[in-house]
DNA sequence: TTAAAGTACTTGTATAATGCAAGTGCTTTT
DNA sequence: AAAAGCACTTGCATTATACAAGTACTTTAA
């Protein structure tokens, strides 16, 4: 059997994706770069789910590493670093989308709008384009 | 604004899944009774992955309480206990096709087969229509 | 009817991950 | 030159996970 140059627990696409986002924080860093239009570390921190410095610093990094994520340094403000999604990080959109609309369907309090789930159900490739649109 | 029953950080759906998925083992038992007709907690305790026993038990209770998967006699073994996925639970299917295809896409060593993706990107619907057909 | 085997856990303990508060270091603005 | 902004790092307490061993209930076999 081929093994994962990575020693990853088993060669499953499942596991893949777990070893990269199995966790409580990675996935919402990724929702707020896709979602949100959060670019920047202090931006990570706001989110209402309050992670902490440490692991927000941890995460990062594992997405860079993982080829989700770049760091580049802000044009505007050198002082500061921003963030972006890869092509690669852009390729989890229909995991995302698929999360958003089953989470609607089984979770009352979740708060997403009605529009979206329309847009979703009508026509899924044209609201990804519209998403992706906005990441330029 | 309207806070979730159980005290999760938050209302958006991302954090939603999270909050019953995120960690490293749980969607490798829904994978294992989606995908491989796994239904008892000897099988899960085969998966190449090795989960412990204690962390085994942990997971089907909180997809138990979940909602995501139901434990039942088993009728032809009485000392048997079987795992099933509930209609909440089928729903994933989507997701985890999504991140089947994400994998495939982005981690050479993955060892779905070409014919799974061809039978995908053709016909989503066909292929869900199949899986689900399979679990009954 | 009792013993052995099968199944599904539970428990104990060591190690690792996470959460929280505080501190550091570099850059830009004043 | 001092203050403020930004992105972390460090230390320590708490929680989760890993691993090995043990328990309890059920069915099969003698």
Chains 1, 2 share one sequence.
């Not at 239009?37 to 209402?48: D, I, P």
């Not at 990080?89 to 309090?109: N, Q, R, V, Y």
Request: net charge neutral; hydrophobic share 40%.
């Amino acid at each position: 059997m081929k093994q994962n140059s990575e020693n990853f627990r088993s060669n499953c696409p499942i596991n893949f994706v777990l070893e990269i986002f199995g966790d409580k924080w990675t996935l919402l860093i990724v929702r707020d770069l896709m979602f949100k239009s959060k670019r920047s570390y202090g931006e990570f921190l706001q989110s209402n789910e309050k992670i902490s410095t440490n692991i927000l610093a941890d995460r990062l990094q594992k997405l860079e590493a993982a080829g989700i994520a770049i760091k580049e340094i802000d044009k505007q403000n050198k002082s500061k670093f921003i963030y972006a999604l890869t092509d690669k990080g852009k390729d989890f959109l229909p995991i995302m989308l698929e999360i958003t609309a089953w989470s609607c369907k089984h979770d009352a309090t979740t708060n997403t709008p009605d529009s979206f789930i329309e847009a979703f159900e009508k026509d899924k490739l044209a609201l990804s384009i519209q998403i992706l649109d906005n990441l330029k």
